[in-house]
């Protein structure tokens, strides 16, 4: 079955050092990975993907992610966090029939 | 947000009343989603449509209704079988046309309450 799996519920991090978000992933045949971040009451805006190729994947904002396929890790992070950044995050994936699977969310906070 | 939007943004509801969120998109994408959030267990595909005028299932499908006539448009509706409705509703989409297409782009979501 596929699923993800977000370890951490929140995150706690002080503004200009690095932050990693945790993600792990269970689905049949190659991975098609996802991060997401959402801010209070409103919708998902996508950070990242992750298709084929590089292991590191850039995205927006400043943000990256590590794909590593002999842990079934997708783990996000960013070099020095921001205020800004404080939000909740969400990892997903896709199986073959394009169905998207999300993880429970990790809620980030930085603090000045 | 992008080309994607629902309405209305809260809606408040009596027990018992059907009630229709819609969701339209500019994008010219073919797929369609429809989620449920709920806090603290993150996003429930209800149904999702990769075609207009053809729609599955998702994990959550019992009590709502879905269809898919114009591909821009794909509401929900939320059925009195629904026992637990209250949550927070997200529509999404994706292109599909390229190989690389492969992400969602979400709405800004409509807020449900049942009263």
């Known amino acids: 079955a596929q699923s993800v799996a977000q370890p951490e519920d929140q995150v706690n991090v002080a503004e200009g050092n690095p932050l990693t978000v945790k993600c792990t992933y269970s689905v049949s045949g190659n991975p098609y990975l996802f991060w997401y971040v959402q801010y209070p009451n409103r919708g998902l805006q996508f950070l990242l993907k992750y298709i084929t190729g590089d292991n590191l994947v850039k995205g927006s904002y400043g943000f990256e992610a590590e794909f590593n396929k002999s842990q079934t890790s997708f783990h996000l992070k960013k070099p020095s966090a921001l205020v800004s950044d404080s939000a909740l995050y969400f990892c997903?994936?896709?199986?073959?029939?394009?169905?998207?699977?999300f993880g429970s969310g990790t809620k980030l906070n930085v603090k000045p | 947000d992008g080309g994607i939007t629902q309405s209305p943004k809260y809606l408040f509801r009596k027990e018992g009343q059907n009630v229709t969120l819609s969701c339209e998109q500019n994008l010219n994408h073919d797929a369609m989603y429809w989620y449920r959030q709920d806090p603290g267990q993150g996003l429930r595909l209800i149904y999702y449509?990769?075609?207009?005028?053809?729609?599955q299932k998702g994990d959550i499908a019992e009590g709502y209704s879905v269809s898919r006539e114009k591909k821009e448009s794909f509401p929900l509706t939320v059925t009195s079988a629904q026992k637990n409705p209250t949550a927070f509703y997200l529509c999404?989409?994706?292109?599909?046309?390229?190989?690389?297409?492969?992400?969602?782009?979400f709405g800004p979501g409509t807020r449900l309450t049942v009263l």
């Open positions: 997903a994936v896709r199986d073959r029939f394009n169905k998207f699977y």
């Open positions: 449509s990769q075609i207009v005028n053809d729609f």
């Open positions: 999404a989409s994706r292109s599909g046309k390229k190989a690389g297409d492969v992400e969602q782009f």
